[in-house]
């Protein structure tokens, strides 16, 4: 009980003396130093007095000027030290009887009232002393306050003076070095990997060693520290570094090498959050010469992240929007290419039919009735392509219902050869289970890949339809002997309106159907895929999940 209470005493006594403006105790025998050279001066200056002046040297005014030197260098407390020390010194070496501390009552009330002035002046002093800190420091936080407001009033211009992401990213980073940081990098989450995109450093050596740092997550600590930023969408604040954590973030010695050399001393790492999901990481370092990151700067910095993941969040949206607009665009142009040429030959046809069909002999006719026929029936695969996309972008339920590939699609695919003038074979295994699927789809997905094969190859060469297992479902295989596509084109061919340079000179089309075919796998919860054959050609196939009844109740 006798320790608490002797601790509490102690802190009492330590916020009145702070009250009394004395320094903080990080400073307080600076306070006391300043004190001793005062008092040093004023005996050196009490003997030039006394040489010049002789016996009418004023004393105890010379030395009240310690004491108000030492209460406004140092505070209060220092002030009445220098108070008592510099009576004693006066005492004992300037006033008669000297070198003696012999007093009588009236040097006791002279005594008395030189403490009680200096108490007075280490008082006022010491208050004084706390004012004016207290008002540099507040200049000093508003001056900070101000900058960072500043700082980011300018990331705010730099990042809305232009909608392209990457420039705009670049010219904020060399916006914060050096006002804000020795090192700058911003980091984008690129589909499953992460891409630095912009990087500043405020001399060669900080950006050549964090360029050399790994770029691969598992082989860098920074960038698994940028990954957990983006799991946890949490900042990282490193105040100071340590080897140890320099060395985790590059293993290798040239690098480490690199690191040390260069000083990197303080980080922070910010998630880039927009619209609920995170884009990327925004790391700020700093270097030699600079000071160490604090709280204030961690606030600034999420300021700063919060606008550049914005301005990110914004400039995607552009662009996907751009890319969406030349999408239409395209789609418009091809379309009105591809819808002109069947009305023309449907148009002009049946013009010619009704205007001279009678002086026509029999084989023309024919001919003209075919080329109507065809382009009719070209045109109502358009429409039914479109109309399909349609319907299934308006994400409605779709019912499905329990399908026998080997008994569905024999009669099917018959249907679509006989419009054929070629071969198109059928094989299926006979133990296919049901799978659940919608039949309209799968007709329609159907014929539409046999016809891009037969569009795509050439004319005298066969086409294989291929029903079989694939999982505890059941997938369609349609594949051809023409001209393939290459590896990489493989998913990109069932984008909307994409169309292959190798094979868009071989037949014109608008490059739905395969969009189409993809898009209502996905609503039956399949999948589909293309890939070229070792022989030549190209197999496009897709996948439905077996049928279950528990799975399909509402």
Known sequence: MQRVLTVNAGERLWELTSWLGASERSRGWRGFRNAAVALAITVLLRVVLEVVFAERAPTYMVFLAPVLAASLLGGVLPGLVTAVLAWAISYYFFIDPRFSFKTTAEDWVVAGVFLVEGGAIALVGGRLRGAVAAVLEREKQLARANEALQMVADAGVELTSTLELNPALRGLTELVVPRFADVCAVTLVEGSKL???????????????????????????VLQTAAMVLRSDRPVFVREFSDEFLRSISPAGAEFARLETAGLRSLIMMPLTARGQTLGVMAFMRGP?????????????GQIARRTAVATDNARLYMEARHANDAKDEFLGMMSHELRTPITVIHGGARVLRTRGAHLDEETRESLLGDIEREAERLSRMLENLLALARAELDREVVLEPVLLQRYLPPLVESIAGNMDREVSFSTDPDLPAVAAEPGYIEHIVRNLIGNAAKYSPPDSPIEVVAGHCGEGAAVRVRDRGFGIAPEEASRIFERFYRSDRTSRLASGAGLGLAVCKRLVEAMSGEIWAKPQEAGGLEVGFSVPPYREEDLEP
Do not use: Q, Y
């Not at 995109?197 to 598992?218: F, K, Y």
């Not at 010469?289 to 910095?301: T, Y």
């Open 195 to 221: 891409e630095r995109v912009a990087l500043t450093a405020s001399n060669a050596r900080l950006g050549d060693a964090i360029g050399a740092l790994p770029t691969e997550i598992g082989d860098s600590e």
């Open 289 to 301: 010469g600079s000071p160490l990151f604090d709280r204030s700067d961690l606030s600034l910095a």
